[in-house]
Nanobody
Framework: QVLLVESGGDSVQAGGSLRLACAASGFTFGNYRMGWFRQAPGKEREGVAYVWWDGAPIYADSVKGRFTISKDNGKNTLYLQMNSLKPDDTAIYYC????????????????????WGQGTQVTVSS
């Protein structure tokens, strides 16, 4: 079955960096659209970035220029490099996968993904 396992979450100071990883199994990784979402306490889960099956990345405005999404098809792993972290980036970060090539709307919407990991906590202190 599809399994997504995130890692790399930690507590850092503002301005610091973290690299999240999502190990995928149970499906043909290179054929899926992959995304990163986050959910802060008391807030809705929001899309951070996603990458098309061909590797082209798309970012939410809030992280553009600071975060980089990438994937390694040989390792079945999705990454999120996060630089210049801010306290507002504090959240649980989730990896998501979709078997659908296209989205009915924005691909940063939660409803556009079939599978989810369990999440990894990122805490940024000022």
């Amino acid at each position: 079955q599809v399994l997504l396992v995130e890692s790399g979450g930690d507590s850092v100071q503002a301005g610091g960096s973290l690299r999240l990883a999502c190990a995928a199994s149970g499906f043909t990784f290179g054929n899926y659209r992959m995304g990163w979402f986050r959910q802060a306490p008391g807030k809705e889960r929001e899309g951070v970035a996603y990458v098309w099956w061909d590797g082209a990345p798309i970012y939410a405005d809030s992280v553009k220029g600071r975060f980089t999404i990438s994937k390694d098809n040989g390792k079945n792993t999705l990454y999120l490099q996060m630089n210049s972290l801010k306290p507002d980036d504090t959240a649980i970060y989730y990896c998501a996968a979709s078997s659908q090539r296209w989205c009915s709307g924005s691909c940063l919407r939660r409803s556009e993904y079939n599978y989810w990991g369990q999440g990894t906590q990122v805490t940024v202190s000022s």
